[in-house]
């Protein structure tokens, strides 16, 4: 069997079951563990406690206008910031972390982007699901690869540039960008024909996605599945507590 | 096919036929711009082939279904007939010559004797090892001891056609008969691969005649194919592949985009991972290949072809549950057994830690009843 059989078959098909026993595993565990018990009363009643885990997760926060007089092109910006304000910086300490956020936005939306709208991943994604749609033009997708992959190292040249992020960083952090990286760069290779014999690149393409989906439950990446639940928990004790959400 | 005939010379056998040096010329020129090789290298050919001795060639043919010869009389550059009539003596083929059973085993003998060393020996089909080699047997010898026989008097063996080359078809998922090809069994000769389920015709002829025109085996790649006509993938030389950097793809085999001659990546063309010529010297005189008739390639030319997943998944496609099926459900069940026993674990692990909470709990709580605070206090942290 050569590397590629071995990668999109059974590599691809331990990588799937792990990835998904590990999931499983991490979340039931989390969800079933004893709590602490709240000693106070809810303030607003259960049922306004879990509007507040709700309204966390699905709105959006109105952007504050603080000052009397805005000029149009302010406010406009405010509103703009308004979408998905929830998971944006408070003002005080959006100059601080622009240059931070503004990366993770982008390399994330990069990643959907590539994911979900490659022509490759499209049938990849198809024969999981059974249905696909259309993809973007593959200029396109190479245009956002590319850049994509030109953010993920000005993330690690940021995180290694700070001393503060460097101190807080372990292996996960590094061991979880260098997949992320892996994959990108041996799937932007595979469609350049670049770096090998096809086969082989695509080979190794699809073994670190193996890899990826494989580590995805017992590192940081998990991140993709605890948001949402810890924002819900966060925004139903503030309700709980009384604390506008 | 007499002994007299096998040790003239080329030239000799030209002149007997009435064969013109030009026409002769015009052939080699032909063998060599196929191999991509320089004009002067035509003429080098001709002069090196002209003064020798028609070199012997034995043909043996093991678990095979005949297509490769059957390609292989289809070659026009150089020609079947011109090069077993002229430029080789073909001592032994069981298809083509015209004696049977005991002279034909003797007429194999008599030049494998006679040419001891020099002849060069062409295997066509796999070999089966399972059963003792009882699979596949010719005058009451098995596939691998015809081959042993062979090989042991050869200068060098060129392994036609996938089955030969790398098992092919008989090798393929559950390979009954234990079949592989002629390089996993004989490693003290020199083993040139030509692949292809055929391989092209121009291919095996030529490869044959640049053996004998420069005295050398050709350069190889890591399978052992010649790299001049090996050495590039069908999606690098393919006049489809500005649509496939241009993203256009059919999708289906009647849609606008097949209709358009667009990429057939993604009906499972396998030309990105495929090496052969087909793309430049193409079939039948020149006329066309596979890509070029709308059939997306199957990758007959690389080893496992058979088994590498449905000819119509795209390469990227996840091989899920039978060889060549893209199968959802497979997929599906893959994923809810791993998440069901993940959910088992998890619930058995949350079990556990709340016991052993409620545990410590009960002890803390008999603890403080005793006066003991700090004893229960470290036990909860």
């Known amino acids: 069997m050569d590397l590629l059989s071995i990668a999109r078959g059974p590599a691809l098909k331990a990588a799937l079951a792990i990835f998904f026993f590990g999931i499983t595993w991490r979340l039931v565990t989390i969800f079933l563990l004893r709590h602490n018990w709240q000693l106070s009363f809810a303030r607003e009643g259960r049922a306004g406690a879990w509007s507040g885990a709700l309204k966390s997760v699905f709105t959006f926060r109105r952007p504050r206008l603080s000052r009397a007089r805005r000029s149009s092109m302010e406010a406009t910006a405010d509103a703009a910031v308004a979408v998905g304000s929830r998971s944006w910086p408070h003002p005080p300490f959006v100059r601080r972390t622009l240059y931070g956020e503004t990366i993770g936005y982008l390399y994330h939306i990069g990643l959907a982007l590539v994911v979900i709208f490659g022509a490759p991943h499209i049938l990849v994604l198809k024969s999981f699901f059974g249905v696909g749609w259309p993809a973007l033009p593959t200029p396109i997708i190479t245009i956002i690869s590319v850049l994509t992959l030109a953010l993920l190292f000005a993330a690690l040249m940021r995180r290694l540039g700070s001393p503060v992020l460097r101190h807080l960083s372990n292996f996960d952090d590094y061991f979880s960008w260098s997949i992320v990286t892996l994959v990108f760069a041996t799937g932007l290779m595979a469609h350049g024909h670049l770096g090998g014999p096809y086969q082989d690149v695509l080979a190794w393409h699809i073994l670190s996605f193996d890899l990826l989906l494989a580590w995805f439950p017992f590192g940081k990446l998990m991140h993709a599945f605890f948001l949402t639940p810890s924002r819900a928990i966060a925004g139903y004790l503030l309700k709980r507590r009384g604390a506008p959400v | 096919m007499t002994r007299s005939e096998s040790v003239q010379t080329v030239n000799d056998a030209l002149d007997r036929q009435g064969i013109s040096r030009r026409t002769f010329l015009k052939s080699c020129m032909l063998a060599a711009s196929a191999m991509a090789l320089s004009p002067l290298a035509g003429s080098a050919m001709a002069k090196q082939l002209g003064k020798m001795k028609r070199p012997s060639v034995i043909y043996l043919s093991f678990q095979e279904c005949t297509g490769c010869l059957e390609s292989l009389t289809r070659s026009f550059s150089p020609t079947l007939e011109h090069l077993i009539f002229n430029v080789i003596s073909l001592d032994y083929d069981d298809t083509l010559m015209a004696a049977?059973?005991?002279?034909?085993?003797?007429?194999?003998?008599?030049a494998m004797r006679d040419n001891y060393g020099k002849y060069v020996l062409v295997v066509d089909g796999a070999i089966?090892?399972?059963?003792?080699?009882?699979?596949?047997?010719?005058?009451?010898?098995?596939?691998?001891?015809?081959?042993?026989?062979?090989?042991?008097?050869?200068?060098?063996?060129?392994?036609?056609?996938?089955?030969?080359?790398?098992?092919?078809?008989?090798?393929?998922?559950?390979n009954p008969t234990g079949a592989i090809g002629v390089s996993d069994l004989i490693k003290d000769k020199p083993v040139i691969n030509v692949s292809g389920c055929p391989p092209i015709p121009v291919v095996m002829a030529g490869t044959i005649m640049h053996f004998f025109a420069f005295d050398k085996v050709p350069e190889l790649d890591e399978l052992h194919r010649p790299k001049m006509f090996y050495g590039n993938t069908i999606h690098d030389r393919c006049y489809r592949r500005p649509f496939y950097d241009a993203g256009k793809f059919a999708e289906s085999f009647d849609d606008e985009g097949a209709r358009n001659g667009w990429c057939l990546y993604k009906l499972g063309c396998k030309g990105p991972t495929t090496y052969n010529s087909c793309a430049t010297l193409k079939w039948n005189q020149g006329v066309s290949f596979p890509i070029e008739s709308g059939h997306p390639c199957l990758g007959c030319s690389q080893p496992n072809f058979w088994d590498g997943g449905s000819f119509y998944a795209a390469l990227p496609t996840p091989k899920w549950g039978k060889a060549g099926e893209g199968n959802p459900s497979k997929a599906g069940e893959i994923a809810g057994a791993a998440a069901g026993i993940g959910a088992g674990v998890g619930l058995a692990a949350a079990g556990l830690s709340r016991y052993r909470q409620y545990r410590r709990a009960i002890k803390a709580a008999a603890a403080a009843e005793n006066g003991d605070d700090s004893d229960g206090q470290s036990k909860e942290e």
């Open chain 2, 100 to 110: 049977a059973g005991h002279q034909a085993e003797a007429a194999k003998e008599q």
């Open chain 2, 128 to 174: 089966p090892l399972a059963f003792g080699g009882a699979c596949h047997t010719a005058a009451g010898k098995s596939a691998i001891q015809i081959l042993k026989e062979a090989a042991k008097g050869a200068r060098a063996i060129v392994a036609v056609g996938t089955c030969a080359t790398f098992g092919g078809l008989p090798h393929a998922n559950p």
